[in-house]
């Protein structure tokens, strides 16, 4: 097992990893909490494949177990389902001295941490992300949000967990469009901070071979993003690197209605056109697109979207542009390596451009 620890002073939390963590979650999460009672957060889809191990595990350390399952589906991620999740919280009897836990994929790490943020002003919790995304990105850093018809995360909270589990066999019954989907953001941190992990990705024979390793790349994104997120909690510097083919990617997937491409496969166009652009301005070394084409090829991730230039612009949010306003692009210099670089509105259309 791994532990990194996320150094916050009186935020600070452990992320542990291991295969079969879930059924040890009892006793870990004892260790952190004096609660009576556990709210056990989860989707149709993964309360179905785990929700009585879970609460099993939690009994068995003597917390009282009120599971909350909520539709599977990023449209759960709205204040309806916030409210009937605020109703099951009420009903169950939590108090501001228990405990929720968030057992499911990126919807569920936000919806039940801004439930837990939230209700009574604030309860402790738990993730036990159990989607590739989840243990490498949203279980860790305390981003909590739901969704609006207006947008995406428009209402939310930085409101870090109190311990992170990560049991990377439950990666084993993740649908491999998913896997996929989650390793284009393995493959972004290897962009922006560690060459070396981009390589080890580049270089595995078969998704076999990839499972057999995941708990090691796991913990190397883990550590990145525990280290970025200790320096920038609030994200308003060096966090921003995490956005690295974001810009591009929240685009193609707003082009898509978010039903044609998954977040990582977006995010994945988004880094590929993007070092296109910057390769041909000279700040990112040559060959830079070429290695990360090959890698998204390798693992099936789609290296382009049917959109024009003007409609990605315009999800881009460039229609809504105040003048004078800047965006702040992550570009690459090499693989591994990343800079921030504030870009005028106007300067966009060179850098989203599709070839
Ligand atoms: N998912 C990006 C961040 O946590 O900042």
């Known amino acids: 097992m791994s532990i990194i620890r996320v150094n916050l002073g009186a935020k600070s939390y452990n992320i542990e990893i291991a295969a079969g963590l879930l059924d040890t979650a009892g006793e870990k999460i004892r260790s952190i909490s004096k609660a009576q009672r556990a709210a056990v957060i ?20 003597g917390f009282k177990v009120t599971r909350i399952v909520f539709p599977a589906g990023e449209k759960s991620k709205c204040l309806a389902e916030l409210a009937k999740i605020y109703d099951r919280l009420a009903e169950a009897g939590i108090t501001r001295s228990d405990l929720v836990v968030a057992l499911g994929g990126g919807v569920t790490g936000d919806l039940g941490g801004f439930a837990a943020a939230t209700f009574l002003r604030g309860v402790d919790y738990v993730q036990i992300p159990t989607s590739l995304l989840a243990q490498i990105d949203s279980s860790v850093g305390g981003k909590v949000a739901v969704d609006l018809p207006a947008g995406k995360n428009l209402v939310g909270n930085f409101y870090q967990p109190k311990l992170v589990l990560i049991d990377t ?20 941190y290897g962009c922006i901070r560690d060459r070396a992990l981009f390589e080890k990705i580049a270089a595995m024979r078969d998704d076999d071979e990839l499972l057999e390793n ?9 550590a990145i993003k525990a280290e970025i ?15 690295f083919g974001h810009t591009i990617g929240h685009a193609v997937e707003k082009c898509s209605n978010y039903e044609s491409f998954t977040h990582g496969e977006a995010v994945g166009i ?11 301005f000279g700040l990112t070394e040559r060959e830079t697109a070429a290695a990360i084409y090959d890698v998204l090829k390798k693992y099936n991730l789609p290296v382009d979207a049917d959109y024009g230039n003007e409609e990605l612009l315009k999800a881009a949010g460039m229609d809504k542009k105040k003048s004078g306003s800047s965006i702040t692009l992550v570009i690459l210099k090499n693989i591994g390596t990343s800079f921030l670089q504030k870009t005028n509105w106007q300067d966009l259309p060179e850098y989203i451009k599709r070839g």
């Open 42 to 61: 989860s989707d149709s889809n993964v309360d179905a494949l785990y929700g009585k191990r879970l609460q099993a595990a939690l009994a068995g350390s």
């Open 169 to 188: 066999m439950l990666l084993k019954t993740l649908p491999v469009r998913f896997l996929h989907d989650g390793l284009a953001e393995a493959i972004k």
């Open 214 to 222: 995941i708990g090691g790349i796991v913990e190397r994104c883990c």
């Open 229 to 243: 997120v200790e320096h920038d909690e609030f994200d308003t510097g060096e966090r921003m690197v995490l956005n």
């Open 270 to 280: 988004g880094m590929l056109l993007l070092t296109r652009q910057t390769e041909l």
